[in-house]
C-alpha cells in the first residue's frame, strides 16, 4: 500500500481516506491564496478547540468548534459538496461501504 506518510486520495480526487473511512477533500478549484487563508483559520479554529478543552469552557469549546465547521466549508471538507456532476456524497462512511470499494481492495491486493 502508500507510503504511511502520504495521503490516499480516490481515483477522482474527492476523498481521501483514513484510517479505511472516507473524508471529503478540500475543493481542488479554490486559488491557491484563497486555500491558504482558509487553511489559516482552521488551524487558527483548531488551537481554539484545544485551548477551550484545557480551560474546560464549554461555551468557549462550542465556539471554536462552530469555528472549524466554519473552515471547513469554506474549503469544501463539508457543507454541499464542490463537484458537479451530481455524484452522491459517501463521505465519513466506510469505504467498503461506498462506490469505492473496489477501488480499495485493488490496493490491498497489490501491497507486499
Same mark, same amino acid.
Given at each position: 500500500?502508500? #507510503?504511511?506518510?502520504?495521503?490516499?486520495?480516490?481515483? !477522482?480526487? =474527492? /476523498?481521501?481516506?483514513?484510517?479505511?473511512?472516507?473524508?471529503?477533500?478540500?475543493?481542488? @478549484?479554490? !486559488?491557491?491564496?484563497?486555500?491558504? =487563508? $482558509? +487553511? *489559516?483559520?482552521?488551524? #487558527? %479554529?483548531?488551537?481554539?478547540? &484545544?485551548?477551550?478543552? *484545557?480551560? @474546560? #469552557? %464549554?461555551? #468557549?469549546?462550542?465556539?471554536?468548534?462552530?469555528?472549524? !465547521? %466554519?473552515? &471547513? +466549508?469554506?474549503?469544501?471538507?463539508?457543507?454541499? +459538496?464542490?463537484?458537479? !456532476? @451530481?455524484?452522491?456524497?459517501?463521505?465519513?462512511?466506510? +469505504? $467498503?461501504?461506498?462506490? /469505492?470499494?473496489?477501488?480499495?481492495?485493488?490496493?490491498?491486493?497489490?501491497?507486499?
Amino acid at each position: 500500500m502508500a #507510503d504511511r506518510g502520504a495521503v490516499l486520495h480516490t481515483p !477522482d480526487r =474527492r /476523498y481521501i481516506v483514513v484510517r479505511g473511512r472516507l473524508w471529503r477533500a478540500s475543493d481542488p @478549484g479554490l !486559488d491557491p491564496e484563497t486555500r491558504a =487563508r $482558509h +487553511v *489559516a483559520a482552521l488551524m #487558527d %479554529a483548531r488551537r481554539m478547540v &484545544k485551548a477551550a478543552k *484545557a480551560s @474546560g #469552557d %464549554a461555551a #468557549d469549546l462550542a465556539d471554536a468548534r462552530r469555528a472549524v !465547521d %466554519a473552515a &471547513k +466549508v469554506l474549503l469544501g471538507e463539508r457543507g454541499p +459538496v464542490w463537484w458537479t !456532476d @451530481g455524484a452522491p456524497d459517501p463521505g465519513r462512511h466506510m +469505504v $467498503h461501504n461506498t462506490p /469505492y470499494v473496489a477501488w480499495f481492495d485493488s490496493l490491498e491486493d497489490s501491497s507486499p
